[in-house]
């Protein structure tokens, strides 16, 4: 497992929880929807994001424990996907799209 990719899909998925602007974070999803996460749990969060764009609603930390608990998987570590200090749409999203190890 790569570490760095490991550290980088965490970011890029904290810029996803964080970003407010519906537009961007569209795009954002539509890119990254070929994406093969390393870890499940992040998988299961990915998904819970992308069916809150798919309908139109903000990303929330509740939104998405919802979107998870309801596809099974209650006992992810939410958390660390809403901690602060990450700012909107930034350098590790398009990071990540760029990766390919």
């Known amino acids: 497992m790569n570490a760095n990719r490991v550290a980088l899909e965490l970011r890029a ?4 929880c964080a970003c407010s602007g519906v537009p961007r974070l569209r795009a954002a ?15 299961v969060v990915f998904a ?8 139109d609603a903000k990303v929330t ?7 998870a608990t309801r596809a099974g998987f209650p006992d992810i570590d939410f958390e ?5 200090g990450d700012e909107e749409l930034g350098g590790a999203v398009e990071a990540l799209l760029k990766r390919r190890d």
């Open 80 to 84: 660390q996907y809403f901690a602060r």
């Open 13 to 16: 998925l904290r810029e996803l």
């Open 29 to 43: 999803v539509t890119q990254l929807r070929t994406h093969e996460s390393i870890d499940a749990d992040r998988a």
């Open 61 to 67: 930390r509740e939104a998405v424990i919802a979107m």
């Open 48 to 55: 819970a994001i992308r069916e809150c764009v798919e309908r």
